[in-house]
C-alpha cells in the first residue's frame, strides 16, 4: 500500500493572513517551494553546471528563481533595484562553485525569498491591486496584481524547466 501524498497546497485552505485576491499567488509560491525542495534534496552538485542540450542548467534556475522573485517584489513595492540585486542579477549565468552546500545554499535562499513574498502579500492592500506599477529600467507599465501573478507564474514556468532539466541531467 503506497503512502498518500498530500494536497497541492492551493487545496489545503488559505494561506493565514494573505488576502482572498492574492490567495492564487500565494498558493503558487509554496507549490514551488514545496516541489523545489523535493527535487533539490539529493541532487548531486556535480550537476549544477549541466547543459543537456544547452538548456540553461539547474544552477541557473536556482539563481533566477530567488533573484527574479526578489526583483519584481521590489517592483511591487514601486521601489528601485538595488546595487546589490542588479549583482545578483548578472551573477546568474553560472558556472557556480561546486561545493557539498551549494545546492542547499540556494535552495534556503529561495526559501528565504518565498518567506518575504508572503510576508509581502500580507500586507498588500487589495483595493490598491489595479494601482500601475512599473516594471525594469525602463519602468514598462503594469498593475500590482499584474507583478504579483507575474512573479507566481515566473517563478512555476523555472521550476517547470529546472524539474525536467535536472531529470535529464541525472540520467546523462
Keep these: 500500500m503506497s503512502t498518500p501524498q498530500p494536497l497541492e497546497v492551493w487545496l489545503r485552505g488559505p494561506v493565514p ?9 500565494a498558493h503558487a509560491l509554496l ?7 523535493a ?10 553546471n549541466e547543459r543537456p542540450a544547452g538548456v540553461a542548467s ?3 534556475h536556482l539563481q533566477h528563481l530567488a533573484g527574479v522573485l526578489d526583483r519584481l517584489l ?6 528601485t533595484l538595488s546595487e546589490a540585486q542588479f549583482a545578483d542579477f548578472y551573477a546568474e549565468n553560472p558556472p557556480l562553485p561546486i561545493e557539498a552546500d551549494t545546492v542547499m545554499k540556494l535552495v534556503q535562499r529561495f526559501n528565504h525569498g518565498v518567506d518575504l513574498a508572503l510576508n509581502q502579500l500580507k500586507t498588500t492592500d487589495e483595493t ?9 529600467r525602463a519602468q ?3 498593475t500590482l496584481i499584474g507583478v504579483l501573478v507575474h512573479a507566481a507564474e515566473h517563478t512555476t514556468r523555472h521550476l517547470g524547466q ?5 531529470k535529464v541531467a541525472r540520467n546523462l
Design 17 to 25: 493572513g494573505v488576502p482572498p485576491l492574492l490567495q492564487p499567488v
Design 74 to 79: 521590489t517592483y511591487a513595492r514601486q521601489e
Design 39 to 48: 527535487a533539490m534534496q539529493d541532487f548531486p552538485p556535480a550537476l549544477l
Design 128 to 136: 490598491r491591486l489595479t494601482e500601475v506599477r512599473g516594471v525594469g
Design 58 to 60: 539547474v544552477g541557473f
Design 31 to 37: 507549490q514551488a517551494r514545496d516541489e523545489l525542495n
Design 162 to 166: 529546472l524539474l525536467v532539466t535536472a
Design 140 to 142: 514598462v507599465p503594469s
